[in-house]
């Protein structure tokens, strides 16, 4: 088996026949690395990360995720894949909002595969959110929100977490804490790919890969 947990190899993206996100892209990102990709708005950067996350499917190419060629499932199976292997984080939360913290984590439980509360308790508690449970997302801070879409990441326990601009929306203090929670799970093993506007959230990274027009420049 190879070290290297994501491979993806001469990668397109073209929208509306004639839009091209991704341009023949080749990457390999080693197990428990952390991997920064940095990049002007539009060079590819989210269209790269929604495709290793299971989320889009490229136009030619292939992308191998624990030696799991994933340019081969079917829709049905790229979302079984990503529930079982990769945590999602986004600037734009995407909590459900009639839902508390509590069971916004255990909704990503429920449709894994069991769900368990004292689990989902555990997790947040990680977070910070061990008083918060049962507040709604319009009762929580926005750094407070994101730590819950990080508990809902790592519920799972996938070995690779996907985060785009997740401090994007947040002040320093949160955007601090946010930082110190990936800090910590980089520590403990996970494969971490970041994108990020900020030269010193990328600095974080063992590496920076820097996109321009849908290609690695750097």
Known sequence: ????????????????????????LSLLIRDGEWTSIMGPSGSGKTTLLNIIGCLDSATSGSVFINDTETTKLNQ????????????LIFQQYHLVPYLNALENVMMAQFYHSVVNEKDAIEVLKRVGLGNR????????????????????ALINEPNILLADEPTGNLDQKNGDLVLNLIKELHNEGHTIVLITHNSQIGKLGQRIVNMIDGKISS
């Open 76 to 87: 049905k199976q790229l979302t079984c894949f990503r529930r079982e292997n990769i945590g």
């Open 1 to 24: 088996m190879s070290n290297d947990i994501i491979r993806v190899k001469n990668v397109s993206k073209i929208y509306n026949n004639r839009l091209k996100a991704l341009n023949d």
């Open 133 to 152: 449970l049962n507040h709604i997302p319009a009762h929580l801070s926005g750094g407070e929100q994101q730590r819950v879409c990080i508990a809902r």
